[in-house]
């Protein structure tokens, strides 16, 4: 079998839900963000660990995403949807109970015109100019939003990873001063607010990133391990090139084994000539240029040709891997390939 194998811990998952959990107070609810497939981890699985280990409300990007988290967790958890009520949504919104959070006049409108009495949210712009009400449209509209009982405010930091940055207070004050007096339940923080501190907790939490064990949660517990099978490997005499473009050339006689995975696996081309692979503890360099579906690596110094090298694992995390290629942890994992076999561990804890 030549595919590529991703391992998953659904019990580091739910530790680190567990766990961001128990850093807001007990009045504080944790949700789970689990859009775009869980991170890439895939959703079926991911969310019914999550629930659990006792989450009670999801947060999807997209309406379609929300209609295949009700067929895997069944009636009962609350879903949320980010990009609120779109045209076209509106039977899967009432059919399956989900709670859009509505981001301007027009989704207000549809939603309570189509759909009265249904469940929804209300996202405000605090400050990252990207989705939800800002303070002007807000403040017009708000007692005739507030009279429909919507479940929840929110809003959402620009800036959360980094704790020094101004504009987390400036979003902090803009997001109180929407809605002091509402009496609405409220949620401001993703998992970088989380690591905050408790005014950013108010009534609901919504971690994703460090669910699956990515910064900025430096404490979460590593959930994915990527191991890529050995295809071939051949002996390369000093001055040959391997790979497109000649981007790499044997100074000694050496071994070389090519991989099955490559950027479409979502292995970047900036890994080129530059990552590392783990046979065990051993690093193995990266050779030459990523290909569409290989790599090739440069294994002349072990013993045995391994079955596979680790290219996420216990000594590289998804994020030191990110760093390797010039991104995050988060494009990382949701470019982690449908092709790879998802493999789910879990009881072991
Ligand atoms: C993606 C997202 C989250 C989760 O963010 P993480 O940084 O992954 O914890 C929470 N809220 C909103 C609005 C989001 O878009």
Not at 85 to 105: E, F, K, W
Not at 180 to 193: E, I
Request: aromatic share 6%; hydrophobic share 45%.
């Amino acid at each position: 079998m030549s595919t590529a194998t991703l391992s998953i811990d659904l019990d580091a998952i739910a530790a680190n839900w567990r766990a961001l959990d128990k850093a807001s107070a007990s009045g504080v609810q944790t949700a789970a963000v689990v859009k775009a497939d869980a991170y890439g981890l895939g959703i079926t699985r991911v969310a019914r660990a999550l629930a659990q280990a006792g989450a009670r409300r999801f947060f999807v990007a997209v309406t379609e995403e929300g209609a295949t988290l009700r067929q895997v967790l069944g009636p009962g958890p609350q879903i949320c949807i980010l990009s609120g009520h779109m045209a076209g949504d509106t039977d899967m919104i009432g059919d399956l109970d989900l709670t859009p959070m509505l981001n301007s006049l027009d989704q207000v409108t549809r939603h309570i015109e189509s759909l009265p009495g249904h469940a929804f949210g209300v996202q405000l712009d605090t400050g990252m100019n990207r989705l939800g009400m800002e303070e002007p449209e807000w403040e017009a509209i708000a007692p005739f939003v507030l009279e429909a009982g919507p479940e929840l405010l929110m809003s959402h930091l620009a800036c959360a990873d980094d704790p020094d940055h101004g504009l987390n207070e400036t979003q902090l004050a803009t997001f109180l001063a929407m809605t002091n007096g509402t009496g609405v339940p409220r949620s401001l923080a993703a998992t970088g607010g989380i690591l905050l501190g408790a005014k950013y907790h108010f009534d609901l939490t919504r971690p994703g990133i460090g669910l699956y064990g990515g910064r900025p949660y430096e404490a979460a517990r590593p959930a994915v391990t990527l191991s890529l099978p050995i295809i071939q490997t051949r002996d390369v005499a000093a001055g040959e090139a391997v790979g497109y473009s000649c981007a790499w050339v044997a100074e000694a006689p050496s071994v070389v084994a090519t991989l099955s995975a490559g950027y479409a696996d979502g292995l970047p081309r900036t890994l080129s000539n530059n990552a590392v692979l783990w046979d065990g503890d051993t690093p193995c360099p990266l050779i030459g240029r990523v290909s569409m579906d290989l790599i090739t690596v440069d294994i002349s110094h072990l013993q045995q040709v391994p079955r596979y090298l680790d290219i996420i694992g216990p000594n590289q995390t998804v994020d030191e891997l990110a760093d390797i290629a010039g991104t995050i942890g988060y494009e990382m994992l949701t470019s982690l390939s449908a092709r790879y076999i998802r493999r789910y561990y879990e009881g072991t804890a």
